[in-house]
C-alpha cells in the first residue's frame, strides 16, 4: 500500500521550457510535503516544501502546488536548465507528536533529463 | 562544510555474514535515520535515534539492528543478509524530529549480497 506514489518514472524536456513533475498521495493525515532532490552518487538534498495550509511555494524557479481535495502534489521548474537533471523524490510528513514524529514517507522517484 | 558521512559507499558480503554500515555527522544534529532503498523503489525508513532513544518502524526485520555511541556516529547492522538486502541504505540526519525539520542525507552505501 504505497501512500505516496510518484507515477511518471521519468521525464525528458528541452532546456528552457517548463518541468512539471507529479506527485499523489493517499493518507490525509499528511500536512506537510517536501521535494527532494538526488544526483548520481549523491544523497537527496531538500529542494523545496509545502504546509497544507498553502496551495503554492514558490522559491526562484521551483514551484510547488498543493491540491489537497485531490491528494496532488506538483513541482514546476521554469526555466529547466540541464543541471536540473536528477531524480526528484516526493515526500510527505504527518503531523508531529505521539508516534508520529515526522517521519518522512517518499514517493518512489521521477527522472528528470533537460536537454540543451 | 557540515554534512553526513557514509562509509564505505559499497559494500559487498556473502549471504547470511553479518555486515555493518557506518553513519557520521559533523552538524550535532539530535536525529539520525536509515532508510532502505531498492531498486527503483521509493526510500523505506528503518528506524530512527532520537537522542539515544531508539525508534524501530513495526514493518522492520529483526535482522536489522542499529547502535548509536554518540552524537556523531549512527550503525546499521545486518545479523544474517540475505539477497532480498541488497540495496542502497541511506543515512539522514535532522537537528530535531519535529514536522518539518530539514533531513539531511548522505551519499549513501550500496550493498551487494553474493
Known amino acids: 500500500d504505497q501512500q505516496v506514489k510518484q507515477n511518471s518514472p521519468s521525464l525528458s524536456v528541452q532546456e528552457g521550457r517548463i518541468s512539471i513533475l507529479n506527485c499523489d498521495y493517499t493518507?490525509?493525515?499528511?500536512?506537510?510535503f517536501l521535494w527532494y532532490k538526488k544526483y548520481p552518487a549523491e544523497g537527496p538534498t531538500f529542494l523545496i516544501s509545502i504546509s497544507s495550509i498553502k496551495d503554492k511555494n514558490e522559491d526562484g524557479r521551483f514551484t510547488v502546488f498543493l491540491n489537497k481535495s485531490a491528494k496532488h502534489l506538483s513541482l514546476h521548474i521554469v526555466p529547466s536548465q540541464p543541471g536540473d537533471s536528477a531524480v526528484y523524490f516526493c515526500?510527505?510528513?504527518?503531523?508531529?507528536?505521539?508516534?508520529?514524529?515526522?517521519?518522512?514517507?517518499f514517493g518512489q522517484g521521477t527522472i528528470l533529463t533537460v536537454h540543451p | 562544510d557540515a554534512m553526513v558521512i557514509q562509509n564505505p559507499r559499497y559494500q559487498v558480503t556473502q549471504f547470511g555474514k553479518p555486515v555493518t554500515l557506518s553513519c557520521s555527522q559533523t552538524l550535532n544534529h539530535n536525529v539520525m535515520y536509515w532508510y532502505q532503498q531498492k531498486s527503483s523503489q521509493a526510500p523505506k525508513l528503518l528506524f530512527h535515534?532520537?537522542?539515544?532513544?531508539?525508534?524501530n518502524e513495526a514493518d522492520t526485520p529483526d535482522n536489522f539492528q542499529s547502535r548509536r555511541p554518540n552524537t556523531s556516529f549512527c550503525f546499521l547492522d545486518i545479523r544474517s543478509p540475505g539477497l532480498g538486502d541488497a540495496a542502497m541504505y541511506l543515512c539522514?540526519?535532522?537537528?530535531?524530529?519535529?514536522?518539518?525539520?530539514?533531513?539531511?542525507f548522505g551519499p549513501g552505501t550500496r550493498l551487494l549480497v553474493l
Open positions: 535515534y532520537y537522542d539515544k532513544d531508539f525508534n
Open positions: 493518507n490525509s493525515m499528511f500536512d506537510y
Open positions: 515526500a510527505t510528513q504527518s503531523e508531529a507528536g505521539g508516534t508520529s514524529y515526522g517521519k518522512l514517507t
Open positions: 539522514a540526519t535532522s537537528r530535531d524530529r519535529w514536522n518539518q525539520e530539514t533531513q539531511y
